[in-house]
């Protein structure tokens, strides 16, 4: 079966393991914060501005700790979204409010959130889609207006940037994964971003049961150093020495992962672009970038899912990321007509297909001739 996403380890990261394992300290350390630094200068911004944590879903629910939410809030997000953010909203007792995003690049514009803008607005949690850059000069604009706070949710946006600068660093609060599917992966972890340094040293904290002394090795100066305080009833949700091990090693892979990735997505482009009877992504704007994590396609004569199961019987493994929150019964949301009509679109004809940096030549070349093989069949 050809995977849809899959990661790309090797011995680098097995080396580098054996050296931690070597050291006798696994948990939260020296290569947890050399992670950070790195991350840090790749995001052109500085070290008292990332924290790592040990899921992009934590950073999510933190965000409406950190960003000063409170219950009964209203936060806006597209209905397009990781169902981590839905939870993290409504977890808090927040107001969960959807807007719809564009019909082609599932983004949610500055014009679709300011639909639902009310008095209660306190928030917009904002999907990256696939890595690729929202408009953000208008959005930001319209945060400023109505004194919202922006949260970036960059999951899948390693490499993107908006205007030369990474996404993720635009809003108050932005946050990247590194879990198995992703492109740097280690396993489980995650980075933060805060645009106010203060913020980050409040997460430190909340990130680490609050405690406002350090117990153990860390603490040097008090006399009896198993005594601490708290300021929160934070929680632990920290990296440690042995995922960020192998973050360094798949940072050091980034560049090569983009140029493969980027390979793939042009290939798709030129092989594709004659199927009448698909669209394909919108092109990238030329003063951002993205970190092509999905390649989605729009089956635009209502047999996408007979796409999908013609791919899957013939070893192509693809999916549709993300179905609507307006469309899981468990949020109640209620809503008819046209509210949503461009996610609605998107849910029921977009088909994401694979692309990752193992795909060979012959896997390209199966995949395009699947899709085409269906077509004279079946279109």
């Not at 809003?171 to 990247?176: C, P």
């Not at 019987?313 to 008819?336: A, E, K, S």
């Not at 030549?361 to 093989?373: C, N």
């Amino acid at each position: 079966m050809i995977n849809v996403m899959q990661p790309t380890l090797g011995e680098e990261e097995l080396r580098a393991l054996e050296k931690t394992f070597a050291s006798n300290w696994l948990g939260h350390g020296k290569r947890t914060a050399e992670f950070e630094a790195l991350y840090a200068k790749h995001l052109g911004s500085t070290p008292d501005r990332v924290l790592s944590t040990n899921c992009c879903s934590e950073g999510l629910f933190s965000s409406m700790h950190l960003c000063g939410i409170e219950p009964g809030d209203e936060v806006i997000l597209p209905t397009v979204s990781f169902i981590g953010a839905g939870n993290a909203v409504c977890a808090h007792g927040a107001k969960m409010v959807l807007c719809d995003v564009d019909r082609r690049t599932l983004n949610a514009r500055a014009c679709d959130i300011e639909k639902v803008i009310t008095k209660k607005s306190k928030a917009i949690l904002l999907l990256h889609y696939g890595g690729i850059p929202c408009e953000m000069d208008e959005i930001m604009k319209l945060a400023d207006k109505y004194k919202l706070k922006v949260i970036e949710d960059c999951a899948a946006g390693v490499c993107s940037t908006y205007k030369g600068q990474a996404l993720g660093t635009i809003g108050d609060m932005g946050m990247w994964s590194f879990d198995a599917m992703k492109i740097l992966v280690c396993g489980d972890g995650a980075m933060l971003h805060f645009k106010d340094p203060e913020i980050r040293e409040k997460a430190e904290k909340w990130l680490y049961f609050g405690l406002e002394t350090k117990s153990g090795y860390e603490n040097s100066v008090a006399q009896k150093w198993w005594e601490f305080d708290i300021s929160c009833f934070g929680h632990r949700a920290i990296m440690n020495d042995i995922t960020a091990t192998i973050a360094i090693e798949q940072f050091k892979k980034l560049p090569m992962y983009m140029e493969k990735r980027k390979a793939v997505h042009d290939y798709y482009n030129e092989n594709l672009k004659d199927v009448s009877w698909l669209d394909l992504p919108l092109p990238i704007a030329k003063d951002c970038t993205t970190s092509y994590y999905f390649y989605h396609i729009q089956v635009k004569n209502g047999k996408r899912d007979e796409l999908a199961a013609y791919l899957r019987q013939n070893d192509v493994y693809t999916t549709y990321r993300y179905f609507p929150l307006h469309r899981v019964p468990g949020y109640g949301i209620r809503g008819g007509g046209n509210l949503f009509a461009n996610a609605d679109y998107a849910a029921d004809n977009t088909l994401c297909i694979p692309i990752h940096q193992s795909l060979t030549q012959k896997d390209l070349e199966s995949i395009v001739g699947k899709i085409k093989e269906f077509g004279k069949k079946y279109c």
